[in-house]
């Protein structure tokens, strides 16, 4: 019986799983976004974001608790030089994962071939520059076909306006 086991073992003993997880965490926080399978992705996301949330502060303690996760003397000064300061206002969600498309049938990566596997993109949020810069371009001025009523600003500026033609 499983009663009440949330954790997926991934078909790996307890080792293998430990090992795994922390690779791919130091390869998540290296490279910002690696591919995985999406049963992965789901148990590196639970395993990786209290790791990043360490990284908010730092401190000494901090970095040794991280490590004895990672493993990775680098991974580790990554984490705590570029990642935790960019985060630090993030209050969750530091991972986004992204599943390649089902219905699209000519996309190669979509399921993996040799095993029929639900294959996915796993990254971390404010590292992604595409998405970024897309938002900071996409933002415009919300409009309306209603109109909207005139601010008291805009009303002081059309009466500026026609007090000066008034006076030429």
Request: aromatic residues 4%; positive net charge; glycine residues 4%.
């Amino acid at each position: 019986m499983r009663h009440g086991d949330k954790i997926n073992n991934l078909k790996r003993t307890t080792a293998h799983r430990h090992a795994l997880m922390s690779n791919m965490a130091a390869s998540l926080i290296m490279n910002k976004r690696i591919n995985t399978t999406l049963a992965k992705a789901k148990a590196l996301r639970v395993y990786v974001e209290p790791i990043i949330t360490r990284s908010k502060t730092d401190s000494q303690h901090n970095r040794r608790q991280v490590f004895s996760y990672l493993q990775n003397k680098e991974a580790v000064t990554e984490l705590f030089k570029e990642v935790g300061p960019k985060v630090a206002t993030r209050p969750g969600g530091y991972t986004r994962i992204i599943r390649y498309s089902l219905t699209v049938s000519s996309s190669p990566t979509a399921k993996r071939r040799d095993d029929g596997a639900d294959m996915c993109l796993i990254e971390l949020v404010d590292f992604n520059d595409l998405l970024l810069n897309a938002k900071s371009e996409a933002r415009k001025p919300k409009t309306t076909r209603r109109g909207r009523a005139k601010t008291k600003k805009a009303d002081d500026t059309t009466s500026n306006t026609a007090e000066e033609s008034k006076s030429e």
